[in-house]
């Protein structure tokens, strides 16, 4: 990673299905440069949609049942479809708890 590069989002766990946004004003369409804080890889992913930070993208298509993971571990259940670089969040994730 170059000094003047600025990671939009980061995903803790080669084994996870989301990210999280760590910029100010993420909006849709943007070409956003993800780290892999595992073992400080990058990729990139396009926003489809306005995320705020601290919240939950998409790394890939998910659909109903299938289980979100973050950290390695399981989230959540997902309830509702989100596209690859969507919003992921209360709409579409609920806890498996209860």
């Not at 990673?1 to 999280?20: A, E, F, I, W, Y």
């Not at 070409?31 to 489809?48: G, H, I, P, W, Y």
């Not at 930070?53 to 299938?66: E, P, Q, R, S, T």
């Not at 950290?71 to 209360?90: F, M, R």
């Amino acid at each position: 990673m170059t000094s003047s590069s600025v990671p939009q989002l980061l995903v803790h766990d080669r084994k996870d299905n989301c990210g999280v946004v760590v910029v100010e004003g993420l909006t849709a369409g943007t070409d956003m440069l993800c780290v892999v804080t595992e073992d400080n890889s990058e990729f990139r992913l396009t926003a489809k949609d306005d995320i705020p930070i601290g919240h939950k993208v998409a790394l890939d298509d998910l659909k109903v049942g299938d289980t979100a993971t973050k950290y390695g571990e399981d989230i959540g259940k997902i309830v509702a479809p989100v596209a690859k670089g969507g919003h992921l969040h209360t709409q579409n994730l609920k806890t498996k708890r209860w």
